[in-house]
Each structure stands twice: as C-alpha cells, then as structure tokens.
C-alpha cells in the first residue's frame, strides 16, 4: 500500500507476508532492453517492481510459466529497493523509456497519469486481452480514476491492531469487532497497569491509521485534489499521540528507535500496532512470543473506514506492446499457478481463483486470510478514498515530520503547521 511508516519496516521484509522493498539487488533475468519484436515475431516487454530476493525468485518463476504459455512474448526484469526504484523509475519516465509494465501503488496514479505515463487498460479489457471479472472485495475497481484503468491488483492487504496475543491475555483484553476508540484507550491503561508494558507502539506516523479514523468520522486523510481534514484535526490526533507517551500507553519513541529495525511488539516494548495486516510475518520471525491480528477501533461501534488496499500493476502509455502487457497482467492476476508460487508475497491474493488455490498451511498467513474474511464477512470494508497528484509526498513528509514530533525535536503545532505547508506545496505541484 503506500509508504507510512511502514516503509522503514518494509526494508527489513523477507518473507512470504512481506508487502514492500527489502534489498538492492540486480536483475536475475536481465534488464532494460528495447522491447522490440524479433525477426522470427517474438516480443520482449520489460517488466520493473520493488522487492526482494525471494520475490524476485518466486516471480521469476511465474515468469517462466507466462513464458512457456506465450512462447513469443519474453519479459525482461528489473527490481530494486523501494527508494531506488522510484528513484530509477523516475528517470525513466523523464527519458521516455519507462518499462512496458511494472508494480504501482495506489498513491502513484494520479501522479503518472498527469505526467501521461500509464496506459488505460480498458481498450484491453475490451479487446479480451485482459480479464477484470472474479476480483475479491472490489478490488477490481482498485485501479480506476477518472475512468481509466490504471492499474491492475495483484494483492491485497487492510490495516489491523497486531498484538502480543499472550500479554493481552494476562491484562484481561480481549479486542473484539466493534470495539470503540474508548475501549481501546481502555484496554491500553490495562495493559500499562498489569503488565508493565506499553499498550501500543505509537501512533505518529501512521497515516493509514489516521485516514480510517477520519473516515470513520465523515472525512478521509486525502480527497481527489487535496488533503480532507484541517490542522485542528491534526492537532487533536497528534496531541492525543503525545499524551499516550507522557501516561505510559504508548511507547516512548527514543526507545522505540533504539531497537530498530526490530519492531517494538516484537521486542516486547509494547503489546501491539498498526500495520498492515499481511505484514504480520515479520513479528513471528523477529519475536519469541504468539502475536496475532485484532479489529480496528470505531469510532461508533460499526464503522471502521476499512478498505482492502493493494499493490497492482500498471503498464506504460509508451509501450509498442499493449496487447502481450495486458496478457501478462492477466496472467500474472488470474493464474491459479501463480498464486501458489507468490503465496502471499504481494498481500493476499486479488482474484477469487488465485485466492482458493493458495492455502496457507502456517498460522500466520492462516490468521492473514482469516482476518481479511472477517471483513469481508462484518461487511465494514468501503471503496478507497482517491489519492491526489503529490499524494506520495505528503505520506513521505507525514511520516518524517511525526518521526520528529516523536523524538521532540518539534512540538505539536510546529508539526502539524510543517505538515501543511509542505503537504500545500506538493498538491499545488
């Protein structure tokens, strides 16, 4: 999903339940190239996304498969850290030589297609070369905006509480679906007085976090051409951040730092924190307890402003090869074959015939897809709120902005007044 805090966490990400950039590594099966045709009519698309060895080796597998299935379309790759592969891509882009189809996310599209970078798949979607039919949750209205298909899911992934399943237990907690803000703040004293640990890990910088609770309340943090909340608004949450730390609620964020890249459930400075629900993994590896996933707080006892986010793939305006990129996506999305090789690398899987033919067999991604049924199930999950042009650097300066907030190097209204000029600039940009 988007950067957050949780891109520093996604640097640190190997396994299966990984959702972002880990290592800087080369290409394993080549890159660049011109994505030409060959004399015998054979296509090479370049295929460019963020991520690690284990992704790069499970997609070159699903690469191998699209390969021997279209025998006259050969992909090239390219991956990089998350940084690095904006950075790349970027220059790319300025260049007029961006890959044919690479990995998006949401807060990207509406910044590429005003730069007229991304094709609008819905000529292919109309041609039969791509398939937008079996998506889980809606998901195939991830990647519209204004009408045009912009990108294609191939995962997906909610927020969520995570938590030390057994120091919840000692503190008499027990977070259950509906559960308010109240009971929250609540449980977060309890855990304070009978365990001795902090309840959560902080809410700073949890942009995410802080869009669903603005949209449990009639607002969200973005609108189509701007930011949908007020400084007050930001003032009132980051305030409420800062009290939790003073009361022993929330993790003092010197410590919090002082442990990383480790996080601080796992390093049992506090019981739990938001992430992003397929992020999960990381705490089993990293911890020696049992954690597990609980329901976002409300605001009123139903809503949580839940939405099923994603990473997708997108295609280039540029390419010469529209066709064979729109059956690569839909290859890469509908496969039952690539589901198992991927697993829940890239989230759980967006398509119904990809997600039935990945069973999970550990408890971990066993807990992933329960918890995502259960949303599914309470019938909280709502459309994503649009993302504006500049929407990337707003969530980039959100974060480091409340990193500073956290440490004390800046107080609250400094904060949030830096927040909004920045956020001013980017959106105007």
């Given at each position: 999903m988007g950067t957050s805090r949780n891109v520093e966490r996604r640097t640190i990400l190997k396994a299966a339940g990984a959702t972002a950039a880990t290592l800087g590594l080369a290409a394993t099966t080549g890159c660049g190239g011109d994505g030409g045709t060959s004399s015998d009519g054979t296509v090479t698309i370049r295929y460019a996304w963020w991520g690690a060895e284990d992704r790069a080796q499970r997609i070159n597998k699903t690469i191998a498969l699209f390969e021997k299935k279209y025998p006259k379309i050969k992909v090239k790759t390219d991956f990089q850290p998350y940084t690095d592969f904006w950075k790349k891509f970027n220059t790319q882009a300025s260049g007029g030589n961006p890959p044919d189809v690479f990995q998006n996310a949401v807060g990207f599209l509406r910044k590429y297609d005003a730069k007229n970078v991304l094709l609008d798949l819905k000529a292919q979607v109309d041609a039969g070369n791509l398939s937008m039919d079996g998506f889980r949750a809606g998901l195939d209205k991830f990647g519209e905006i204004d009408g045009k298909l912009l990108g294609v899911p191939v995962g997906s992934n909610s927020m969520a509480l995570v938590i030390d399943k057994p120091v919840y237990t000692k503190a008499g907690v027990k977070?259950?679906?509906?559960?308010?803000?109240?009971?929250?703040?609540?449980?977060?004293?309890?855990?304070?007085?009978?365990?001795?640990?902090?309840?959560?890990?902080?809410?700073?910088?949890?942009?995410?976090?802080?869009?669903?609770?603005?949209?449990?309340?009639?607002?969200?943090?973005?609108?189509?051409?701007?930011?949908?909340?007020?400084?007050?608004?930001?003032?009132q949450w980051w305030t409420k951040a800062k009290k939790g730390v003073e009361e022993g609620v929330y993790a003092d964020a010197k410590k919090v730092a002082q442990v990383k890249p480790k996080s601080a459930v796992s390093a049992e400075i506090a019981a739990g924190e938001f992430t992003w629900d397929n992020f999960t993994v990381r705490y089993t590896s990293e911890g020696k307890s049992e954690y597990g996933l609980a329901p976002i707080p409300t605001t009123d006892g139903k809503k949580t402003g839940q939405y099923l986010g994603s990473l997708m793939l997108s295609a280039s305006k540029r390419t010469q090869h529209p066709k064979e990129v729109a059956q690569f996506i839909d290859f890469m999305v509908h496969d039952p074959e690539v589901a198992k090789i991927m697993g829940y690398d890239r989230g759980v899987p967006a398509t119904q015939a990809q997600y039935d033919a990945f069973k999970p067999t550990d408890e971990v991604n066993k807990g992933i897809a329960a918890?995502?049924?259960?949303?599914?199930?309470?019938?909280?999950?709502?459309?994503?709120?649009?993302?504006?042009?500049?929407?990337?650097?707003?969530?980039?300066?959100?974060?480091?902005?409340?990193?500073?907030?956290?440490?004390?190097?800046?107080?609250?209204?400094?904060?949030?007044k830096q927040f909004f000029t920045e956020s001013k600039t980017a959106l105007v940009a």
């Open positions: 977070p259950e679906q509906g559960w308010t803000w109240d009971d929250f703040d609540a449980a977060m004293k309890k855990i304070r007085d009978r365990t001795g640990r902090a309840g959560d890990s902080g809410m700073y910088g949890v942009m995410y976090l802080y869009d669903l609770y603005l949209r449990q309340n009639g607002k969200a943090f973005f609108t189509e051409d701007g930011l949908g909340f007020t400084e007050a608004d930001l003032t918890y995502e049924e259960s949303l599914v199930e309470s019938g909280v999950l709502e459309p994503i709120t649009p993302h504006p042009n500049g929407a990337d650097i707003c969530e980039a300066a959100f974060l480091r902005i409340a990193e500073e907030l956290a440490l004390g190097t800046r107080s609250v209204d400094e904060a949030v």
